[in-house]
């Protein structure tokens, strides 16, 4: 009987560390409302008319400044509130290795932004920002998919997603931006209300 009783809780710590080892609280919330920046800003780039790859070739001055601005906005505040409400749904959920594990998640994505962060510097220097959405596309997604070895395999299917997209941004048949906004803005939305409907917001 104290052998059985023995190997039940070695069992239950078992589960507890591996529950531990992955933040899996996503926050409904912050998907959603990084879907609704993508929106808004893709918006503000379909009126400045830089919606075709072509028309974000040779850009300089105020309109070259602005996109950057606006996008780079767009996806810094979209990580930085995605990886804010995990920690702050870990903390609800009762997760208490959150903080280790939300630094675990963004030492994994570091790399893949970094590299996004150098080639639209590096774009942007040049004026020419026809493939940007697809360097996005492309770092991001692999930015997810890194993560998501210690995240939800949610993350991991977004990733995949984006990665998708960026391969196909990058094959000349201009729906680059098209494209981006279906993965970051519609993917970010509808992932948002799933998880906010079935796992809170």
Known sequence: MQQ?????DIQTIREAL???SRLT???GAALLVSGL???LSAGLTSQSGLAESAARSGLGGPVLRQM???WSATLLASI????LGMLRRARLDGQPLAARLGRRVLFAMLPA???GGALTLALALQGS???IFAVWMLCYGAALIAASAHSLTSVRMLGMFTLMGGVLGVLGLDLDFLVFVATFGAGHFLLGVWVGVRYGW
Request: net charge neutral; glycine share 4%.
């Open 25 to 27: 609280s996503l926050s």
């Open 37 to 39: 920046l993508c929106f």
């Open 80 to 83: 930085a509130l995605n990886l």
């Open 18 to 20: 591996e529950a531990n």
């Open 129 to 131: 920002l026809g493939y």
């Open 113 to 115: 932004l970094a590299v």
């Open 68 to 70: 950057v601005l606006v």
């Open 4 to 8: 059985r009783t023995s190997s039940v």
